[in-house]
């Protein structure tokens, strides 16, 4: 089942003279279970896609489908964007812009409380989730008390909070060493095996990217797609 679906996605910002295309119109899908990454330099276009997969920046032109339903088909189709991003979007970012005075457990709750979720029902399963990616003996700790590693695990179990179907992360292991990134990355693989999501990782690095099923280069804003084969093994470096 394809949980994202982009049809001739492209953005221009400005008009006239001043116009700049941005992302040229682009066409591809990610499936259930996939991780999918998203290479490029800076100045691509990676960004303007991925902000606009995520409902916060309009497209120009074309068509998202997310997890069976439109939301843009040349304009938004009314839905409420911002529910439905937190319904049906996790996103990791690289800085993990963790709340500071808010325990691991506390960040990773408050998204579940955001959608509805009891305080108590939130706290318990966001203990669960962090045991889940192996650090609920962290739960009870500061952003501040915890390696760049581990926030960038609790910065995963707030997006995964609401259990979407679609996960975008943002240069998630800019800030690791290659060490570190390389476990996010393959944590990254076990969350979309086992949880079923739909992952897209934006990078720069061609380090990171041993073990996708699908990779895309955007170069000038065009879109294309790589030949990567999955490196075996890599699940098994998620833990640690």
Known sequence: ???????????????????????KPCSF???EGELAALL?????????????ISLILEPTTGRITINGQTVY????????ERAFRRRNIGFIFQQHNLIPFLTAQENV???????????????RRAKELL???EIAHRADSLPANLSGGEQQRVAIGRALANEPPLILADEPTAALDTER?????ALLRKIARERRSAVITVTHDHRMIAGFDTVYHLDDGRLSRMDQAPAPGLHQMAAG
């Open 109 to 123: 709750a408050l998204m579940m409380q955001l959608n509805g979720a009891g305080r108590r029902e939130a706290g």
């Open 181 to 185: 990134g390389t476990k996010v990355m």
């Open 131 to 133: 045991g889940y990616l």
């Open 29 to 31: 899908s990610v499936q």
């Open 1 to 23: 089942m394809a949980i994202l679906q982009v049809q001739d996605v492209g953005k221009t910002f400005g008009s006239g003279e001043q116009a700049v295309q941005a992302l």
């Open 73 to 80: 088909d040349n304009g938004w189709t009314g839905v409420d």
């Open 40 to 52: 490029g330099p800076s100045g691509s276009g990676k960004s303007t896609l991925l902000l606009s």
